[in-house]
Protein backbone atom coordinates (compact mmCIF):
# COMPACT_ATOMS: atom_id res chain seq x y z
CA UNK A 1 0.00 0.00 0.00
CA UNK A 2 1.64 3.32 -1.06
CA UNK A 3 1.72 6.15 1.59
CA UNK A 4 1.21 9.74 -0.21
CA UNK A 5 1.86 12.04 1.87
CA UNK A 6 0.62 13.40 5.65
CA UNK A 7 -1.93 15.54 6.71
CA UNK A 8 -1.10 19.51 7.04
CA UNK A 9 -1.71 19.17 10.82
CA UNK A 10 -0.14 15.80 11.42
CA UNK A 11 3.11 16.89 9.66
CA UNK A 12 3.31 20.26 11.60
CA UNK A 13 2.56 18.09 15.25
CA UNK A 14 5.14 15.66 14.73
CA UNK A 15 7.77 18.45 13.84
CA UNK A 16 6.67 21.41 15.56
CA UNK A 17 8.59 25.15 15.38
CA UNK A 18 8.01 28.66 15.73
CA UNK A 19 6.34 29.04 12.37
CA UNK A 20 4.29 25.69 12.35
CA UNK A 21 2.34 25.32 15.58
CA UNK A 22 -0.97 23.52 15.81
CA UNK A 23 -3.65 25.49 17.38
CA UNK A 24 -4.72 23.67 20.43
CA UNK A 25 -8.17 23.63 19.11
CA UNK A 26 -7.08 21.32 16.05
CA UNK A 27 -5.58 18.85 17.37
CA UNK A 28 -6.42 17.64 20.98
CA UNK A 29 -9.13 20.41 22.31
CA UNK A 30 -11.90 20.66 24.72
CA UNK A 31 -15.14 20.25 22.82
CA UNK A 32 -17.91 22.38 24.88
CA UNK A 33 -21.44 21.73 24.84
CA UNK A 34 -23.98 24.13 25.00
CA UNK A 35 -27.92 23.13 24.49
CA UNK A 36 -30.85 25.58 24.14
CA UNK A 37 -34.47 25.20 23.26
CA UNK A 38 -36.28 27.64 21.51
CA UNK A 39 -40.08 27.64 21.94
CA UNK A 40 -42.22 28.64 18.82
CA UNK A 41 -45.78 29.79 19.45
CA UNK A 42 -48.79 30.46 17.67
CA UNK A 43 -47.74 34.11 17.91
CA UNK A 44 -44.33 33.75 16.38
CA UNK A 45 -43.48 35.11 13.30
CA UNK A 46 -39.63 33.64 12.30
CA UNK A 47 -40.04 35.65 8.68
CA UNK A 48 -36.57 36.93 7.47
CA UNK A 49 -37.04 39.54 10.63
CA UNK A 50 -37.86 37.63 12.91
CA UNK A 51 -36.02 35.18 15.18
CA UNK A 52 -34.68 33.85 18.34
CA UNK A 53 -30.96 33.59 19.91
CA UNK A 54 -29.55 30.32 21.84
CA UNK A 55 -27.62 29.40 24.22
CA UNK A 56 -24.75 31.73 25.39
CA UNK A 57 -22.16 33.52 24.36
CA UNK A 58 -19.62 31.85 22.66
CA UNK A 59 -15.78 33.06 23.08
CA UNK A 60 -13.73 34.44 20.50
CA UNK A 61 -11.32 32.23 19.08
CA UNK A 62 -14.14 29.09 19.77
CA UNK A 63 -14.33 26.88 16.40
CA UNK A 64 -17.74 25.60 16.18
CA UNK A 65 -17.57 22.19 15.19
CA UNK A 66 -21.16 20.60 15.15
CA UNK A 67 -24.79 22.32 15.36
CA UNK A 68 -27.78 19.71 15.79
CA UNK A 69 -31.11 20.54 15.62
CA UNK A 70 -34.42 18.50 16.74
CA UNK A 71 -37.38 19.36 16.35
CA UNK A 72 -38.60 17.50 18.76
CA UNK A 73 -42.66 18.04 19.36
CA UNK A 74 -44.85 18.97 17.05
CA UNK A 75 -45.31 19.38 13.48
CA UNK A 76 -45.02 23.40 12.67
CA UNK A 77 -46.35 24.69 9.06
CA UNK A 78 -45.71 22.60 5.66
CA UNK A 79 -44.48 25.63 4.73
CA UNK A 80 -41.68 26.58 7.52
CA UNK A 81 -38.27 26.84 6.15
CA UNK A 82 -35.35 27.89 9.04
CA UNK A 83 -31.95 28.88 8.69
CA UNK A 84 -29.29 29.31 11.37
CA UNK A 85 -26.61 31.03 11.43
CA UNK A 86 -25.31 34.50 13.76
CA UNK A 87 -25.38 38.57 13.52
CA UNK A 88 -23.22 38.39 10.74
CA UNK A 89 -24.15 36.02 8.50
CA UNK A 90 -28.11 34.40 9.40
CA UNK A 91 -26.99 31.29 7.34
CA UNK A 92 -23.25 30.56 8.50
CA UNK A 93 -24.69 27.09 9.43
CA UNK A 94 -27.66 25.99 8.22
CA UNK A 95 -29.21 26.75 5.10
CA UNK A 96 -33.52 26.43 4.73
CA UNK A 97 -34.36 23.60 7.01
CA UNK A 98 -37.72 22.46 6.53
CA UNK A 99 -39.34 21.08 9.64
CA UNK A 100 -42.81 20.56 8.92
CA UNK A 101 -42.93 17.09 10.45
CA UNK A 102 -41.98 16.32 14.14
CA UNK A 103 -39.42 14.29 15.09
CA UNK A 104 -36.33 15.15 12.32
CA UNK A 105 -33.12 16.19 13.43
CA UNK A 106 -30.31 17.91 11.57
CA UNK A 107 -26.64 17.76 12.03
CA UNK A 108 -24.39 20.06 10.57
CA UNK A 109 -23.86 22.65 9.20
CA UNK A 110 -24.79 22.01 5.65
CA UNK A 111 -23.08 25.56 4.76
CA UNK A 112 -19.50 25.63 3.66
CA UNK A 113 -19.17 28.68 5.40
CA UNK A 114 -19.67 27.23 9.37
CA UNK A 115 -17.80 24.08 8.58
CA UNK A 116 -15.08 24.79 11.17
CA UNK A 117 -16.08 27.93 11.82
CA UNK A 118 -13.72 30.23 14.34
CA UNK A 119 -15.81 33.20 15.99
CA UNK A 120 -13.99 36.32 15.48
CA UNK A 121 -16.13 38.13 18.15
CA UNK A 122 -17.40 40.97 16.10
CA UNK A 123 -20.77 40.02 14.98
CA UNK A 124 -20.79 35.92 15.55
CA UNK A 125 -20.28 35.38 19.27
CA UNK A 126 -24.21 34.21 19.15
CA UNK A 127 -25.99 31.46 17.31
CA UNK A 128 -29.62 32.36 16.24
CA UNK A 129 -32.51 30.57 14.63
CA UNK A 130 -34.23 32.78 11.65
CA UNK A 131 -36.94 31.96 9.50
CA UNK A 132 -35.90 31.86 5.78
CA UNK A 133 -37.42 34.44 3.63
CA UNK A 134 -41.43 34.83 3.99
CA UNK A 135 -41.38 31.73 5.23
CA UNK A 136 -44.09 31.39 9.01
CA UNK A 137 -43.91 29.30 11.36
CA UNK A 138 -47.79 29.52 12.56
CA UNK A 139 -47.89 26.09 14.91
CA UNK A 140 -46.62 25.40 18.29
CA UNK A 141 -43.59 23.15 19.23
CA UNK A 142 -39.93 23.34 20.85
CA UNK A 143 -36.69 23.19 18.31
CA UNK A 144 -33.88 21.47 20.64
CA UNK A 145 -30.23 23.17 19.47
CA UNK A 146 -26.79 21.53 20.66
CA UNK A 147 -23.54 23.36 19.52
CA UNK A 148 -20.06 21.77 19.91
CA UNK A 149 -17.57 23.97 20.05
CA UNK A 150 -13.69 23.93 21.40
CA UNK A 151 -11.87 26.77 22.55
CA UNK A 152 -8.48 25.42 23.68
Known amino acids: MAKYADGTNYAKSIDPSSTNI ?43 ISIQLANATTALSTNNHIIVGDEGDDNRYFTSLQLATAGPVFFGPNAAAGMNYVVTGATDNYIRIAGAVNASIISSGTIGVTVLYTVE
Open 22 to 64: VDPGILGGKVRVMQDVATVTAATNLNSSGYFIVGKKLPTGAQV
